[in-house]
DNA sequence: CTACGCCCTCAAGTAACTTGAGGTTCAAGT
DNA sequence: ACTTGAACCTCAAGTTACTTGAGGGCGTAG
Protein backbone atom coordinates (compact mmCIF):
# COMPACT_ATOMS: atom_id res chain seq x y z
CA UNK A 1 0.00 0.00 0.00
CA UNK A 2 2.59 2.54 -0.52
CA UNK A 3 0.52 3.61 -3.87
CA UNK A 4 1.73 7.03 -3.02
CA UNK A 5 5.39 7.66 -2.23
CA UNK A 6 6.32 11.22 -2.65
CA UNK A 7 4.15 14.19 -2.46
CA UNK A 8 5.12 17.54 -2.98
CA UNK A 9 3.49 20.34 -0.71
CA UNK A 10 1.55 21.77 -3.91
CA UNK A 11 -0.01 18.21 -4.64
CA UNK A 12 -0.66 17.84 -1.01
CA UNK A 13 -1.98 21.05 -0.48
CA UNK A 14 -4.84 20.24 -3.71
CA UNK A 15 -5.63 17.44 -2.30
CA UNK A 16 -6.93 18.49 0.95
CA UNK A 17 -7.98 21.75 0.19
CA UNK A 18 -5.39 23.76 1.94
CA UNK A 19 -2.99 26.37 1.02
CA UNK A 20 0.98 25.57 0.85
CA UNK A 21 1.60 27.93 3.52
CA UNK A 22 -0.85 26.83 5.40
CA UNK A 23 0.74 23.32 5.41
CA UNK A 24 4.33 24.67 6.36
CA UNK A 25 2.40 26.38 9.32
CA UNK A 26 0.91 23.22 10.35
CA UNK A 27 4.24 21.60 10.52
CA UNK A 28 5.35 24.72 12.35
CA UNK A 29 3.16 24.65 15.21
CA UNK A 30 3.17 20.86 15.14
CA UNK A 31 -0.24 19.78 14.01
CA UNK A 32 2.06 18.10 11.23
CA UNK A 33 5.59 16.14 11.70
CA UNK A 34 8.52 17.58 10.38
CA UNK A 35 8.07 16.58 6.44
CA UNK A 36 11.24 14.56 5.27
CA UNK A 37 12.93 16.47 2.50
CA UNK A 38 14.15 15.82 -0.93
CA UNK A 39 17.68 16.30 -1.94
CA UNK A 40 17.14 20.12 -3.17
CA UNK A 41 15.64 20.84 0.57
CA UNK A 42 11.66 20.41 -0.72
CA UNK A 43 8.99 18.50 1.51
CA UNK A 44 7.81 14.97 0.70
CA UNK A 45 4.82 13.48 1.94
CA UNK A 46 2.97 9.88 1.73
CA UNK A 47 -0.20 8.23 2.63
CA UNK A 48 -0.01 9.09 6.31
CA UNK A 49 0.69 12.91 6.13
CA UNK A 50 -2.04 13.17 3.62
CA UNK A 51 -4.15 11.12 6.26
CA UNK A 52 -3.59 13.78 9.18
CA UNK A 53 -3.77 16.92 6.89
CA UNK A 54 -7.20 15.28 6.15
CA UNK A 55 -8.07 14.84 9.57
CA UNK A 56 -7.07 19.18 10.69
CA UNK A 57 -8.56 19.96 7.88
CA UNK A 58 -11.89 18.70 8.39
CA UNK A 59 -11.51 19.27 12.09
CA UNK A 60 -11.08 23.10 11.21
CA UNK A 61 -14.36 23.01 8.69
CA UNK A 62 -16.04 21.80 11.70
CA UNK A 63 -14.32 24.83 13.82
CA UNK A 64 -12.43 23.02 16.25
CA UNK A 65 -9.31 25.67 17.68
CA UNK A 66 -6.23 24.43 16.90
CA UNK A 67 -5.84 23.84 20.30
CA UNK A 68 -8.78 21.03 20.20
CA UNK A 69 -7.44 19.37 17.10
CA UNK A 70 -4.22 19.24 19.10
CA UNK A 71 -5.92 17.09 21.60
CA UNK A 72 -7.26 14.69 19.14
CA UNK A 73 -4.27 14.36 17.26
CA UNK A 74 -2.79 13.40 20.54
CA UNK A 75 -4.95 10.77 20.69
CA UNK A 76 -4.75 9.07 17.56
CA UNK A 77 -1.38 9.28 18.28
CA UNK A 78 -1.64 7.39 20.97
CA UNK A 79 -3.83 4.64 20.23
CA UNK A 80 -4.24 3.21 23.52
CA UNK A 81 -6.38 5.61 25.27
CA UNK A 82 -9.98 6.23 25.94
CA UNK A 83 -11.70 7.61 22.90
CA UNK A 84 -14.57 9.09 25.20
CA UNK A 85 -12.65 12.50 25.38
CA UNK A 86 -12.60 12.27 21.13
CA UNK A 87 -16.98 12.28 22.30
CA UNK A 88 -16.76 15.05 24.53
CA UNK A 89 -14.70 17.31 22.66
CA UNK A 90 -17.35 16.59 19.92
CA UNK A 91 -20.34 17.37 22.03
CA UNK A 92 -18.47 20.57 23.31
CA UNK A 93 -18.04 21.55 19.18
CA UNK A 94 -21.77 21.20 19.22
CA UNK A 95 -23.39 22.74 21.98
CA UNK A 96 -21.22 25.58 20.39
CA UNK A 97 -22.16 25.50 16.95
CA UNK A 98 -25.90 25.15 18.31
CA UNK A 99 -25.06 28.66 20.16
CA UNK A 100 -23.68 30.09 16.79
CA UNK A 101 -27.07 28.82 14.84
CA UNK A 102 -29.15 30.54 17.30
CA UNK A 103 -27.29 33.55 16.84
CA UNK A 104 -27.65 33.45 13.25
CA UNK A 105 -30.91 33.30 12.76
CA UNK A 106 -31.60 36.02 15.15
CA UNK A 107 -29.19 37.60 12.81
CA UNK A 108 -30.82 37.17 9.65
CA UNK A 109 -34.33 38.17 10.35
CA UNK A 110 -32.60 41.40 11.57
CA UNK A 111 -30.28 42.20 8.67
CA UNK A 112 -33.37 40.81 6.21
CA UNK A 113 -35.63 43.56 8.42
CA UNK A 114 -33.76 46.14 7.32
CA UNK A 115 -33.32 45.66 4.06
CA UNK A 116 -36.76 45.03 3.30
CA UNK A 117 -37.91 47.97 5.25
CA UNK A 118 -35.40 50.51 3.76
CA UNK A 119 -36.51 49.74 -0.12
CA UNK A 120 -39.89 49.96 1.18
CA UNK A 121 -39.92 53.24 3.12
CA UNK A 122 -36.78 54.73 2.23
CA UNK A 123 -34.93 53.65 -0.37
CA UNK A 124 -32.67 56.74 -2.60
CA UNK A 125 -33.87 59.06 0.21
CA UNK A 126 -30.98 60.98 2.45
CA UNK A 127 -28.93 58.50 4.96
CA UNK A 128 -30.30 61.42 7.63
CA UNK A 129 -33.98 59.71 7.22
CA UNK A 130 -32.76 56.17 6.89
CA UNK A 131 -34.18 53.16 9.16
CA UNK A 132 -31.63 51.26 9.04
CA UNK A 133 -29.32 54.07 10.24
CA UNK A 134 -31.80 55.70 12.98
CA UNK A 135 -33.52 52.19 14.18
CA UNK A 136 -29.64 51.49 14.64
CA UNK A 137 -28.41 53.82 16.98
CA UNK A 138 -31.79 53.97 19.22
CA UNK A 139 -31.31 52.41 22.97
CA UNK A 140 -35.00 51.46 23.62
CA UNK A 141 -37.24 51.25 20.42
CA UNK A 142 -34.87 48.92 18.10
CA UNK A 143 -36.76 45.76 16.82
CA UNK A 144 -34.05 43.38 17.52
CA UNK A 145 -32.20 42.60 20.68
CA UNK B 1 -32.43 66.76 26.72
CA UNK B 2 -28.94 66.88 28.30
CA UNK B 3 -30.40 64.57 30.91
CA UNK B 4 -27.40 62.65 30.64
CA UNK B 5 -24.33 64.45 30.56
CA UNK B 6 -21.55 62.83 32.19
CA UNK B 7 -20.43 58.95 31.32
CA UNK B 8 -17.59 57.85 32.88
CA UNK B 9 -15.94 54.72 29.81
CA UNK B 10 -16.92 52.25 32.39
CA UNK B 11 -20.66 53.56 32.79
CA UNK B 12 -20.50 53.88 28.99
CA UNK B 13 -18.97 50.32 28.20
CA UNK B 14 -21.81 49.38 30.64
CA UNK B 15 -24.77 50.28 29.32
CA UNK B 16 -23.41 49.04 25.87
CA UNK B 17 -22.08 45.64 26.73
CA UNK B 18 -18.74 46.57 25.50
CA UNK B 19 -15.41 46.26 27.58
CA UNK B 20 -13.50 49.34 28.77
CA UNK B 21 -10.31 48.73 26.22
CA UNK B 22 -12.58 48.01 23.12
CA UNK B 23 -14.47 51.62 23.71
CA UNK B 24 -10.81 52.77 23.89
CA UNK B 25 -9.83 50.75 20.86
CA UNK B 26 -12.95 52.03 19.10
CA UNK B 27 -11.80 55.90 19.25
CA UNK B 28 -8.45 54.88 18.78
CA UNK B 29 -9.11 53.29 14.99
CA UNK B 30 -11.83 56.17 14.55
CA UNK B 31 -15.26 54.45 14.77
CA UNK B 32 -15.69 57.07 18.12
CA UNK B 33 -14.67 60.64 17.88
CA UNK B 34 -12.10 61.38 20.72
CA UNK B 35 -13.66 61.52 23.42
CA UNK B 36 -13.85 64.64 25.86
CA UNK B 37 -11.55 64.95 28.81
CA UNK B 38 -12.13 65.54 32.36
CA UNK B 39 -9.64 67.33 34.84
CA UNK B 40 -8.39 64.71 35.73
CA UNK B 41 -7.64 63.57 32.06
CA UNK B 42 -10.47 60.58 32.24
CA UNK B 43 -12.78 60.25 29.01
CA UNK B 44 -15.92 62.15 29.28
CA UNK B 45 -19.30 61.09 27.11
CA UNK B 46 -22.82 62.02 26.29
CA UNK B 47 -25.86 60.87 24.76
CA UNK B 48 -24.67 61.13 21.17
CA UNK B 49 -21.49 58.69 22.16
CA UNK B 50 -23.50 56.56 23.67
CA UNK B 51 -25.98 56.48 20.72
CA UNK B 52 -23.24 55.99 18.43
CA UNK B 53 -21.66 53.47 20.21
CA UNK B 54 -24.70 51.15 20.68
CA UNK B 55 -24.99 51.94 16.35
CA UNK B 56 -21.42 50.46 16.41
CA UNK B 57 -21.77 47.62 18.83
CA UNK B 58 -25.46 46.48 17.18
CA UNK B 59 -23.54 46.23 13.72
CA UNK B 60 -20.96 44.22 15.44
CA UNK B 61 -23.84 42.04 17.07
CA UNK B 62 -24.66 41.60 13.16
CA UNK B 63 -21.26 40.72 12.28
CA UNK B 64 -20.18 43.58 9.80
CA UNK B 65 -16.42 44.10 10.01
CA UNK B 66 -14.89 47.38 10.98
CA UNK B 67 -14.34 49.07 7.52
CA UNK B 68 -18.40 48.39 6.95
CA UNK B 69 -19.08 49.84 9.52
CA UNK B 70 -17.01 52.80 8.91
CA UNK B 71 -19.01 53.22 5.79
CA UNK B 72 -22.08 53.28 7.68
CA UNK B 73 -21.15 55.64 10.42
CA UNK B 74 -19.60 58.29 7.63
CA UNK B 75 -22.93 57.81 6.16
CA UNK B 76 -24.42 59.07 9.41
CA UNK B 77 -21.99 61.82 9.79
CA UNK B 78 -23.07 63.21 6.10
CA UNK B 79 -26.64 62.93 6.21
CA UNK B 80 -27.46 64.43 2.74
CA UNK B 81 -25.97 61.28 1.43
CA UNK B 82 -28.16 58.33 -0.44
CA UNK B 83 -28.75 55.95 2.14
CA UNK B 84 -29.40 53.36 -0.80
CA UNK B 85 -25.77 52.20 0.44
CA UNK B 86 -26.83 51.30 3.76
CA UNK B 87 -29.25 48.97 2.37
CA UNK B 88 -26.55 47.49 -0.07
CA UNK B 89 -24.24 46.93 3.22
CA UNK B 90 -27.37 45.19 4.67
CA UNK B 91 -28.24 42.88 1.69
CA UNK B 92 -24.48 42.07 1.43
CA UNK B 93 -24.50 41.13 4.87
CA UNK B 94 -27.61 39.22 4.78
CA UNK B 95 -26.15 36.99 1.56
CA UNK B 96 -22.83 36.22 4.40
CA UNK B 97 -25.15 35.54 7.06
CA UNK B 98 -27.48 32.71 4.66
CA UNK B 99 -23.83 31.13 3.86
CA UNK B 100 -22.21 31.08 6.88
CA UNK B 101 -25.85 29.32 7.93
CA UNK B 102 -25.56 26.73 5.72
CA UNK B 103 -22.40 25.64 6.71
CA UNK B 104 -23.83 25.35 10.15
CA UNK B 105 -26.49 23.60 9.57
CA UNK B 106 -24.46 20.95 7.81
CA UNK B 107 -21.85 21.35 10.42
CA UNK B 108 -24.30 20.82 13.26
CA UNK B 109 -25.46 17.88 11.50
CA UNK B 110 -21.83 16.03 11.58
CA UNK B 111 -21.30 16.41 14.79
CA UNK B 112 -23.99 15.01 15.98
CA UNK B 113 -23.61 12.30 14.13
CA UNK B 114 -20.16 11.43 15.46
CA UNK B 115 -21.32 12.28 19.16
CA UNK B 116 -24.22 9.48 18.63
CA UNK B 117 -22.29 7.05 16.88
CA UNK B 118 -19.37 7.28 19.23
CA UNK B 119 -21.51 6.91 22.09
CA UNK B 120 -23.02 4.09 21.10
CA UNK B 121 -20.53 1.92 18.88
CA UNK B 122 -17.27 2.81 21.03
CA UNK B 123 -17.57 4.97 24.20
CA UNK B 124 -15.04 3.97 26.84
CA UNK B 125 -13.23 1.71 23.80
CA UNK B 126 -9.18 2.48 22.81
CA UNK B 127 -8.79 5.48 20.49
CA UNK B 128 -7.37 3.20 17.92
CA UNK B 129 -11.38 1.79 17.30
CA UNK B 130 -13.44 5.21 17.79
CA UNK B 131 -15.32 5.87 15.00
CA UNK B 132 -14.52 9.80 15.22
CA UNK B 133 -11.10 9.48 14.55
CA UNK B 134 -11.26 7.01 12.00
CA UNK B 135 -14.07 8.83 10.33
CA UNK B 136 -12.11 11.77 9.85
CA UNK B 137 -9.08 10.85 8.99
CA UNK B 138 -10.48 8.66 5.75
CA UNK B 139 -10.14 10.13 2.53
CA UNK B 140 -13.09 9.08 0.68
CA UNK B 141 -15.81 6.42 3.10
CA UNK B 142 -16.58 9.67 5.37
CA UNK B 143 -20.11 10.69 5.73
CA UNK B 144 -19.83 13.96 5.58
CA UNK B 145 -18.82 16.84 2.88
C1' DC C 1 20.37 29.21 -22.05
C1' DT C 2 16.83 31.40 -20.19
C1' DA C 3 12.17 31.58 -18.75
C1' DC C 4 8.84 29.54 -15.92
C1' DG C 5 6.87 27.26 -12.21
C1' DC C 6 7.45 25.29 -7.97
C1' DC C 7 10.08 25.15 -3.92
C1' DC C 8 12.67 27.36 0.24
C1' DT C 9 13.17 30.68 4.64
C1' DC C 10 12.22 34.41 7.46
C1' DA C 11 9.67 38.53 8.65
C1' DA C 12 5.77 41.10 8.91
C1' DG C 13 0.79 41.90 8.26
C1' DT C 14 -4.37 40.86 9.17
C1' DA C 15 -8.94 41.44 12.26
C1' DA C 16 -10.67 42.78 16.37
C1' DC C 17 -9.66 42.82 20.30
C1' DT C 18 -7.44 41.34 25.02
C1' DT C 19 -3.87 41.38 28.46
C1' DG C 20 -0.15 43.26 31.06
C1' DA C 21 2.98 46.62 33.10
C1' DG C 22 3.44 50.65 35.46
C1' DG C 23 1.42 54.73 36.96
C1' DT C 24 -2.60 58.55 38.19
C1' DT C 25 -7.03 60.00 40.02
C1' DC C 26 -11.33 59.74 42.33
C1' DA C 27 -14.75 58.68 46.02
C1' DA C 28 -15.37 56.86 50.44
C1' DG C 29 -14.27 55.72 55.05
C1' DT C 30 -11.73 56.74 59.44
C1' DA D 1 -6.14 64.85 56.62
C1' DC D 2 -5.04 60.38 55.24
C1' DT D 3 -5.44 56.08 53.29
C1' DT D 4 -7.50 52.57 50.88
C1' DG D 5 -9.41 50.52 46.73
C1' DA D 6 -11.77 50.97 42.51
C1' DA D 7 -11.55 52.91 38.25
C1' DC D 8 -8.97 55.49 35.18
C1' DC D 9 -4.66 56.49 32.13
C1' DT D 10 -0.85 55.13 28.34
C1' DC D 11 1.86 52.19 25.73
C1' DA D 12 3.39 47.71 24.30
C1' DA D 13 2.78 43.16 23.32
C1' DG D 14 -0.11 38.96 22.85
C1' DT D 15 -4.04 36.30 20.70
C1' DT D 16 -5.87 33.06 16.53
C1' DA D 17 -5.19 31.12 12.31
C1' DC D 18 -3.45 32.22 8.85
C1' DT D 19 -1.82 35.28 4.56
C1' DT D 20 1.44 38.14 2.15
C1' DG D 21 5.88 39.70 0.81
C1' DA D 22 10.83 39.87 0.08
C1' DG D 23 14.60 37.56 -1.64
C1' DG D 24 16.49 33.50 -3.42
C1' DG D 25 17.25 28.30 -5.29
C1' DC D 26 16.22 24.09 -8.35
C1' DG D 27 14.57 21.83 -12.42
C1' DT D 28 12.91 21.30 -16.85
C1' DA D 29 10.74 22.68 -21.39
C1' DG D 30 11.48 25.33 -25.30
Do not use: W
Amino acid sequence: MPALARLTIGALAERTGSSVPTVRYYEEIGLLPKAQRGPGGQRLYDESDLKRLIFVRRCRDFDLPIGKIRELVSLIDNPAQDCSKARDVAELQLTYVRRKLAELRALEEGLAHYATACNERCAGGPARDCVILEDLSDGDNCCRR
